[in-house]
């Protein structure tokens, strides 16, 4: 099976190629910057979940193509991270999945409310560069226990969790 992931984000890549690999026998995996086709900072849930579906989406022409997105939601007054991910075959069925969630310090919170995309905003914060492409938010304010890459790990399982299920019911 040959498989597309619509981003070039290293912790993406290491989620996609761990869970791949471990899952699906005699697979492929390659990699392809795409457009999310929402906001450059997805705030809401359902903004995220469709920057991952876009992405499946518009990878998945003659493979599975996979969509990973990171995003920020409100709810009870409290800004959250939130994470999505799809997986579309390629006859069009898509999987959507969804990661661990946490609140963010209050300070991230208003640099985002400013139109500040949360990476930059965690990068001025934590003093660091890049974190989006290696322990990410999640992976700063959980002490690294969960990276971004454990967390898009897991969405992952998920995903092809999903996919290997449907493949068994149709046989």
């Not at 075959?89 to 609140?103: E, H, V, Y």
């Not at 963010?104 to 905003?121: F, H, S, T, V």
Request: glycine share 10%; net charge negative.
């Amino acid at each position: 099976m040959e498989f597309v992931l619509g981003s070039e984000n290293q912790a993406k890549k290491r989620a996609v190629v761990r869970v791949v690999e471990r899952y699906v026998e005699n697979s492929m995996i390659s990699f392809a910057s795409v457009p999310s086709g929402v906001s450059a900072q997805p705030m809401s849930e359902e903004e995220t979940r469709q920057g991952a579906i876009n992405r499946s989406v518009t990878v998945a022409k003659n493979a599975y193509g996979i969509g990973l997105e990171g995003g920020v939601h409100m709810l009870f007054g409290t800004m959250y991270l939130c994470n999505w991910g799809a997986l579309t075959t390629p006859d069009g069925k898509t999987f959507t999945a969804a990661g661990a969630q946490i609140p963010l310090p209050e300070e991230l919170a208003d640099e985002i409310r400013r139109g500040n995309e949360l990476g930059d905003a965690v990068d001025a914060y934590f003093k660091k560069q890049n974190v989006r492409m290696s322990e990410g938010a999640m992976g700063m304010l959980t002490a690294q226990l969960v990276p971004r890459d454990a967390l898009f790990e897991h969405i992952m399982q998920l995903l092809i969790g999903q996919l290997l299920y449907s493949m068994s019911i149709q046989s």
